[in-house]
């Protein structure tokens, strides 16, 4: 069965991370991606660790059933070969600088002239205007002046960057999503539009809470460690054997929290609300822990379960790959090599369709220049009408 983006061909001429992610979730709705990659070295996550049998699984994990062709847009013959693609796209995907593109002689305004339904998604560090947009940025760059770094780890403790690479990440999720709208307006009977997407601006749109709270109060947060700033009790707690989380999100919740844990503090004015659970969390947690201490967090996470109230253990990576609610939700595949066989392990695709085939293996991320042959045969055999 095909997906929902079955038909649609991509260009994709981003490297690393952001728009790599845009076009791996669009390749897993079904659209044909052609890696369009610089001759000789390809996208620099080609040399990023870890290796196995030479090749980069971090290439693998976000490149996994792409087509690559190496061509050189300052080369007269491959522009010939990039001007047939762009004949038969329908989006082109670039994260160069600002500019970069225009030079080449495909930015926006000319590509949108002679290819009107072309949709082009652009994503950069801080956008195509502004007085900075041409500055260069990774994900370190955004995350700590998109004000992410400023709320997050413990308090009294230098700034942590989050662990995983939140600024390119939702900045493909953005990106993504931009370019999904786009293709609906053109099914329409609209033109291709450009979809710029920022990093920075995406690490602003993740600050929810963090924006409410410095305009209702005039002072920005502070990291809070595992704790929610405005919901209470929301963070970790120590059980015998170690830290587990409680999120009683309502006064509901936190009622059940107190009654499985045979706490008489529902009624407590100074636990009653959450305001007043916010403004005592430190005691609160002291209570709590008071009762869990005594037992393992296996034993808290049942009986919290069973009470209905939200609770979980803290898992590393290994642990997760092996949740068997993950596996459940076909959330760890197989990336194949190019005999079929499985060679690395990468996260599933989490939108889950009714009639979007799920299989439990991705096929082989390409080798550098590896579709050239296929792609230009293909470019021969259909019109290009």
């Known amino acids: 069965?095909?997906?929902?983006?079955?038909?649609?061909?991509?260009?994709?001429?981003?490297?690393?991370?952001?728009?790599?992610?845009?076009?791996?979730?669009?390749?897993?709705?079904?659209?044909?991606?052609?890696?369009?990659?610089?001759?000789?070295?390809?996208?620099?996550?080609?040399?990023?660790?870890?290796?196995?049998?030479?090749?980069?699984?971090?290439?693998?994990?976000?490149?996994?059933?792409?087509?690559?062709?190496?061509?050189?847009?300052?080369?007269?013959?491959?522009?010939?070969?990039?001007?047939?693609?762009?004949?038969?796209?329908?989006?082109?995907?670039?994260?160069?600088?600002?500019?970069?593109?225009?030079?080449?002689?495909?930015?926006?305004?000319?590509?949108?002239?002679?290819?009107?339904?072309?949709?082009?998604?652009?994503?950069?560090?801080?956008?195509?205007?502004?007085?900075?947009?041409?500055?260069?940025?990774?994900?370190?760059?955004?995350?700590?002046?998109?004000?992410?770094m400023s709320i997050t780890g413990e308090r009294d403790r230098e700034p942590v960057r989050v662990g995983a690479s939140i600024g390119d990440i939702v900045a493909g999720m953005f990106l993504a999503q931009g370019v999904l709208a786009a293709r609906l307006e053109v099914e329409r009977g609209g033109k291709g539009q450009k979809i710029d997407i920022s990093m920075l601006d995406s690490q602003l749109a993740l600050l929810e809470h963090a924006i409410?709270?410095?305009?209702?109060?005039?002072?920005?947060?502070?990291?809070?460690?595992?704790?929610?700033?405005?919901?209470?009790?929301?963070?970790?707690?120590?059980?015998?054997?170690?830290?587990?989380?409680?999120?009683?999100?309502?006064?509901?919740?936190?009622?059940?929290?107190?009654t499985a844990l045979q706490l008489p503090l529902a009624g407590d004015p100074r636990f009653a609300t959450n305001p007043a659970r916010c403004q005592n969390a430190r005691l609160l947690k002291r209570l709590i822990e008071a009762v869990t201490l005594d037992r393992p967090k296996a034993h808290w996470i049942a009986l919290l379960t069973r009470a209905g109230v939200p609770t979980g253990p803290i898992q590393n990576v290994a642990e997760v790959l092996k949740d068997p609610q993950i596996r459940a939700r076909n959330m760890v595949v197989d990336i194949l090599d190019r005999d079929g066989a499985p060679a690395y392990v990468a996260a599933g695709n989490p939108i889950k369709m009714s009639a979007l085939p799920d299989p439990t293996t991705r096929a082989a991320a390409p080798a550098l220049d590896e579709d050239r042959s296929a792609i230009l045969a293909w470019l021969d055999q259909e019109p290009e009408a």
Not at 17 to 38: C, F, Q, W
Not at 46 to 63: H, L, T
Request: with cysteine.
């Open 1 to 148: 069965m095909p997906g929902p983006l079955d038909g649609i061909l991509i260009l994709d001429l981003t490297h690393v991370l952001a728009g790599p992610y845009a076009s791996m979730t669009l390749a897993d709705l079904g659209a044909r991606v052609i890696k369009v990659e610089r001759p000789g070295t390809g996208d620099d996550t080609r040399a990023f660790p870890p290796f196995k049998n030479g090749e980069s699984a971090y290439f693998a994990a976000i490149n996994h059933g792409k087509e690559s062709i190496a061509l050189d847009l300052k080369s007269p013959e491959d522009r010939v070969i990039f001007e047939r693609l762009l004949a038969r796209a329908d989006i082109l995907l670039e994260n160069y600088r600002p500019g970069v593109m225009e030079r080449l002689g495909y930015g926006w305004e000319a590509l949108h002239a002679r290819h009107p339904k072309l949709i082009y998604g652009a994503v950069s560090g801080f956008g195509h205007t502004g007085p900075e947009a041409e500055r260069p940025a990774y994900d370190m760059v955004v995350q700590a002046r998109g004000g992410v």
């Open 212 to 258: 409410a709270i410095t305009t209702a109060t005039g002072q920005p947060p502070r990291p809070s460690g595992a704790r929610h700033p405005s919901i209470t009790p929301f963070e970790t707690f120590h059980a015998e054997d170690g830290l587990f989380v409680i999120a009683a999100g309502n006064d509901a919740l936190f009622a059940k929290l107190c």
